[in-house]
T-cell receptor, first 114, second 118 residues
């Protein structure tokens, strides 16, 4: 089955700096890669996703890149703000006609220091 | 639009007791997933319903766990009897696949049920 590794497990950055989280996956059949943000005591929320036919996707201060050959994808947050502090999870899945089971990485706790 | 809801938010039970968790998906979502996060580790898949049918239950740990989705609306996850290692946060997510395998299937998560088995 699919295995997703996520690094680092914790990340502390100064406000305004960039943060990068990296994930690798094992199953070449995976073609959908979402990123979830979970603030303390709240539900995981999708912040960005990418499909295997795209190499990069941006949404304001957030970007995700995908290297299918190397089987890794990364989340980039620029100009970090205190409200970016949260646990971030990457996931991978093969999208099938009847839905997709997500395999998650272990999570990265991001702390943005003012 | 109301999001995915879960009940209860917290549950503390003794080892050997039974607990039933409930998930109400977003209205109209055919796909319903159960996940679990144990002791700060990764979120792990438990099972997937499409309407009332179990599409994939490969992540269910053992036969002490029983999930149902009668009528294809809300779902319940029963743990009987509960063991210490069942402690964790149980998440439910729902989605509506559109566009087939090239489409979108964004999963919306509920707030989770924190289960503590003593």
């Amino acid at each position: 089955g699919e295995n997703v590794e996520q690094h680092p497990s914790t990340l502390s950055v100064q406000e305004g700096d960039s943060a990068v989280i990296k994930c690798t996956y094992s199953d070449s059949a995976s073609n959908y890669f979402p990123w979830y943000k979970q603030e303390l005591g709240k539900r995981p929320q999708l912040i960005i996703d990418i499909r295997s036919n795209v190499g990069e996707k941006k949404d304001q201060r957030i970007a995700v890149t995908l290297n299918k050959t190397a089987k890794h994808f990364s989340l980039h947050i620029t100009e970090t703000q205190p409200e970016d502090s949260a646990v971030y999870f990457c996931a991978a899945s093969p999208v099938k006609a009847a839905g997709n089971k997500l395999t998650f990485g272990g999570g990265t706790r991001v702390l943005v220091k003012p | 639009e109301a999001g995915v809801t879960q009940f209860p938010s917290h549950s503390v039970i003794e080892k050997g007791q039974t607990v039933t968790l409930r998930c109400d998906p977003i209205s109209g979502h055919d796909n319903l997933y159960w996940y679990r996060r144990v002791m700060g580790k990764e979120i792990k898949f438990l099972l997937h319903f499409v309407k009332e049918s179990k599409q994939d239950e490969s992540g269910m740990p053992n036969n002490r766990f029983l999930a149902e989705r009668t009528g294809g609306t809300y779902s319940t996850l029963k743990v009987q009897p509960a063991e210490l290692e069942d402690s964790g946060v149980y998440f439910c997510a729902s989605s509506q696949l559109t566009g087939g395998v090239r489409g979108t299937d964004t999963q919306y998560f509920g707030p989770g049920t924190r289960l503590t088995v003593l």
